[in-house]
């Protein structure tokens, strides 16, 4: 994960296929830089997970700019 943004709110979602949310690896302000989250699954079952990265900017409190990167297995 990239954040280029000198301040991002960054959420990090697992969820199962049928769409049930099984992990919140990642709900924080980060600054700007590289970042890597490992998800440890040994206490889910075997399957295809996804994942959605929700980055929130904000110059100011009133303005909110929302990005949403694509799910991948």
Known sequence: ???????????????????????????????????EVEFDASNVANGVYFYSCLLYTSPSPRDRTRSRMPSSA
Request: net charge positive; glycine share 6%.
């Open 1 to 35: 994960m990239c954040i280029r943004d000198s301040s991002t709110r960054v959420i990090l979602r697992v969820y199962n296929i049928l769409g049930k949310e099984v992990a919140t690896l990642v709900n924080a302000e980060k600054p700007a830089g590289n970042y």
